[in-house]
């Protein structure tokens, strides 16, 4: 079973962290949305407290996408709205597609439907390899100069944070995360397919999304909000975390709309709103 951790009551929200980080990225999202919806932030596995994925099968982000499944099931949630960050997105992509009935709504944070290109997933198996000899560390030193906008980059209490939470990720969970984003499936046309209000988070000055995916998305999605934020990079969660709680409760208000009897009896008894006119 994935750690995880639940604030609130109400309808579900699921929200998955990027790589490789921990459910802490999402804090104070879980500290303002707690307030109305039950919240649930799990490490994937791999991550933070989170076991790896257990048997010989290659990692995926499908089978990520089955231990949050799992903690759904585990917790009596049958549905939920799930954002994710990055690789975090990857994997609420993943599970929308196993089981799209159990999905409300669909967040994508600094994240992407493209796979990688075959230079990209080379180079993500390469660092794998590296990464069982060398350590977390070096991820750590790759990717920290790239994560945050460059107003960002004095603050350097975020930054410790984050750079200490990538050195903590075990070896095998570095790993496993490599080799499965390196497979990960094309998923743009499954953009196409979803019936549920989303949202894009985009960070102006993200450095590892590019801008034109963001707007492929869009263009894909029927039901999408895009919001930029600006002055954020890869991390809008940490580097704006007041607009990145505003657009998910925006979008969260599309995706649970209170009925005239739920806004007078019960506040947490929304329909949802399934973006195609049914309830
Ligand atoms: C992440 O933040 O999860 C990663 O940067 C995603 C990626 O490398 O594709």
Avoid: C
Avoid at 14 to 32: E, K, N, S, Y
Avoid at 165 to 183: E, F, S
Wanted: charged share 15%.
């Amino acid at each position: 079973m994935l750690a995880y951790t639940t604030t609130g009551s109400g309808p579900a929200l699921v929200l998955l962290h990027g790589f490789p980080l921990t459910r802490a990225i999402w804090a104070d999202q879980i500290a303002d949305l707690g307030q109305r919806y039950q919240v649930i932030a799990p490490d994937l596995p791999g991550h933070g407290q989170s076991a790896p994925l257990s048997g010989d099968a290659p990692p995926t982000m499908a089978r990520m996408a089955q231990e949050v499944l799992a903690l759904m099931d585990f917790l009596g949630i049958d549905h939920a709205a799930v954002a994710g960050h990055s690789m975090g997105g990857y994997v609420a992509l993943a599970l929308l597609k196993l089981a799209p009935q159990r999905v409300t709504g669909l967040g994508l944070v600094a994240s992407q439907a493209h796979p990688d290109s075959p230079e990209a997933a080379a180079g993500r198996r390469a660092t794998a390899q590296k990464v069982l000899a060398a350590g977390a560390g070096i991820v750590a030193d790759s990717m920290g100069p790239k994560l945050f906008a460059p107003g960002v980059l004095g603050d350097a209490s975020i930054r410790r944070q984050t750079d200490a939470m990538m050195r903590a990720t075990p070896v095998q969970g570095v790993y496993d995360a490599l080799l499965a984003m390196a497979d990960r499936e094309d998923m743009r046309d499954l953009l196409g397919t979803v019936r549920v209000p989303s949202l894009i988070v985009a960070g102006a000055e993200d450095a590892i999304i590019p801008a034109e995916r963001i707007q492929d998305m869009t263009a894909r999605l029927p039901a999408a909000a895009l919001v930029t934020i600006t002055g954020a990079g890869h991390m809008p969660m940490l580097e704006a975390p007041e607009a990145t709680s505003a657009a998910l409760a925006h979008w969260l208000g599309n995706v649970y709309v209170p009925t005239a009897q739920s806004r007078s009896t019960n506040a947490s008894s929304p329909s949802i709103n399934r973006g195609d006119g049914r309830q």
